[in-house]
């Protein structure tokens, strides 16, 4: 008797993300050996809340949201993963983040496992009071499952570092006692990391640097496309251009601008957060059709938005030499298997955008022991556990003849399942 492929709250003839996700463990199995036997393992999320999420409107109507927090393997540590407010939030998404979440922590050796959580409402309709009601009230609901050493979060598309203060606070008033350690990600007044809101995009930018040269590609005017400029595609976009590269395209949700003399990744963001103004019409670059975008000649790709932008619709049309997956799941894997075949290396999101969570280890630590690190410690930190985990990856794709991505889950999946299998099964 073996183990059914979907379980019951998924739909197999339309399994989203998570179908992505289970896809990408059948391309690694073959290469696990004696550990494939456990495979299942990471096929079935180990633990899944759903929560109704009530709030008092500001108008008096009570309104109710579903919300969800998954953690899918905790072999390795407590469960570590971000929380994210968007329409689009459903189950089989939160499953295949948590999913990734895992993988992304052991491909950089990082002592967590993989969680994720959500709600499915829409902020930009809601009042900074009914966000702080929403997220307390979602807060006290997971409380049953998170903790400081059980699953740690942290922001993701739409939170950020309020967002952080409110769920810490509603946890520590729950708890009788502050506790810090419960969320990173915070304001740095509240025992945030230096760097921690940078780190992400730092991170693209650190591994793709590493396969720049590789692949030799020189820095020094490189043609750097981006897809999302919120904190993560500004922050990468800004350590691009400071190290000499050209952000010739930026696309968001408001459109898509181009100037191969170069965008200053500066001035957008003054244009977007000072004068409110949109990316679609910076005045330092021209608009073009946002599905140009991928078609655009550039060096390096950076999705740094949502998952499947890049389809086997588009794929052919990328020119880059380089995709940095800043964004979770960005790539179908039949987009990847055209963008390889056409001599395009992928850069996958469990390594390219590791820097956020690696940040958030060093501030977890740093509330552990209530010493603090300089933004110069953080940043060599960051560099050197990516850098590191770069190497040990591009290594074993270069014996094992296999996509970095495969290299990624084959060095993450074997320590999860060593892991498990060291610990075993109670009873």
Known sequence: MSTERFPSYIDPAAPGPWGMFLEQLDRVEPHLGPLARMMDTLRRPKRILAVDVPIHRDDGTIYHVEGYRVQHNLSRGPGKGGVRYHPGVNLSEVMALAGWMTIKNAAVNLPFGGAKGGIRVDPATLSLAELERLTRRYTSEIGVIIGPDRDIPAPDVNTNEQ????????????????????????????????????????????????????????????????????????????????????IVAVQDATGTVHNEAGIDPAALDRHIRQDGGRVADFPGAIPVADEDFWALPCEVLLPAALEGQITRDNARSVKARLVV??????????????????????????????????????????????????????????DRVLTEAFEAIWQVAAARQVPLRTAAFITACTRVLEARALRGLYP
């Not at 760097?195 to 992400?200: D, Q």
């Not at 650190?206 to 999302?228: D, F, N, T, Y």
């Not at 001599?343 to 958030?360: R, W, Y």
């Not at 022991?369 to 410690?377: G, I, Q, V």
């Open 325 to 382: 997956e800043g964004a979770n799941g960005p790539t179908t894997p039949e987009a990847e298997d055209i963008l390889l075949d056409r001599g395009c290396l992928v850069l996958p999101d469990v390594l390219a955008n590791a820097g956020g969570v690696t940040v958030s280890y060093f501030e977890w630590v740093q509330n552990a022991s209530s010493f603090f690190w300089t933004e110069d410690d953080i940043n060599a930190r960051l």
């Open 163 to 246: 967002t952080m203060a409110w769920m810490m606070d509603t946890y520590s008033i729950n708890q009788g006692a502050t506790q810090p350690r419960v969320v990173t990600g915070k304001p740095i007044t509240m025992g945030g990391s230096l760097g921690r809101r940078e780190s992400t995009g730092r991170g693209c930018f650190v591994v793709a640097r590493e396969a720049m040269r590789k692949l030799a590609i020189p820095m020094e005017g490189a043609r750097i496309a981006i897809q999302g400029f919120g904190n993560v595609g500004s922050a990468a976009a800004r350590a691009f251009h400071a190290a000499g590269a050209r």
